[in-house]
């Protein structure tokens, strides 16, 4: 039950684009579909942003899209706001009833 | 609207207990599968353990497993952890999360855990 792994910070300007990578192995990320994003403002509630690695719950921007390619995953913000400054998190199942997450990718808005 | 809210936190002593609560509301809380999602401060997200929609089928992290125990009541709509033989490093937050689809899909606002003499 290892963590998986993410960038600690990321970055860009209004307007850009930006991508978060969450790194696994063949047991989580790899081995099943089940990959979700979740945003967390400071001092809030995670919010699920994606699941089942390319899916966005209703009202979620379609600035953000998810993918996954092998052990990998992503998560890219596209159009950049200033409200999209937070924390990300991946998570994906890895079998048995268990899920993992990721250690967090704090995102700046230059 | 799902509302989740999760109460007692709070100190405790090293080798000490505590059970944490879930209180659900608007929505049928006995057709979801429910998890405990720890943050401690300024630390990521940590997922501890998980609870199947009838109560049947439980699951935990490693790093908890033996020491803490989650159950539910679906007659009081109502997640439980309870944690025994606590150490410091389970200082937290603790989220309580409807699970649906393989993905936490709401919230609560957490209760503040912390272990210490």
């Known amino acids: 039950q290892s963590a998986l792994t993410q960038p600690p910070s990321a970055s860009g300007s209004p307007g850009q684009s930006v991508t978060i990578s969450c790194t696994g192995t063949s047991s989580d990320i790899g081995g099943y579909n089940y990959v979700s994003w979740y945003q967390q403002h400071p001092g809030k509630a995670p919010k699920v942003m994606i699941f089942?690695?390319?899916t966005r719950p209703s009202g979620v921007p379609h600035r953000f899209s998810g993918s996954k390619s092998g052990n990998t995953a992503s998560l890219t913000v596209s159009g950049l706001q200033a409200e999209d400054e937070a924390d990300y998190y991946c998570s994906s199942y890895a079998g048995s009833n268990i899920w993992v997450f990721g250690g967090g990718t704090k995102l700046t808005v230059l | 609207e799902v509302q989740l809210l999760e109460s007692g936190g709070g100190l405790v002593q090293p080798g000490g207990s505590l059970r944490l609560s879930c209180a659900a509301s608007g929505f049928t809380f006995s057709n979801y599968a429910m998890s405990w999602v720890r943050q401690a401060p300024g630390k990521g997200l940590e997922w501890i353990s998980g609870i199947g929609d009838s109560g049947a089928v439980t699951s935990s992290a490693d790093s908890v497993k033996g020491r803490f125990t989650i159950s539910r009541d679906n007659s009081k709509n109502t997640l439980y952890l309870q944690m025994n033989s606590l150490r410091a490093e389970d200082t937290a937050v603790y989220y309580c999360?409807?699970?649906?689809?393989?993905?936490?899909?709401?919230w609560g606002q957490g209760t503040l855990v912390t272990v210490s003499s």
């Open positions: 089942e690695v390319t």
């Open positions: 999360a409807t699970r649906w689809s393989y993905c936490f899909n709401s």
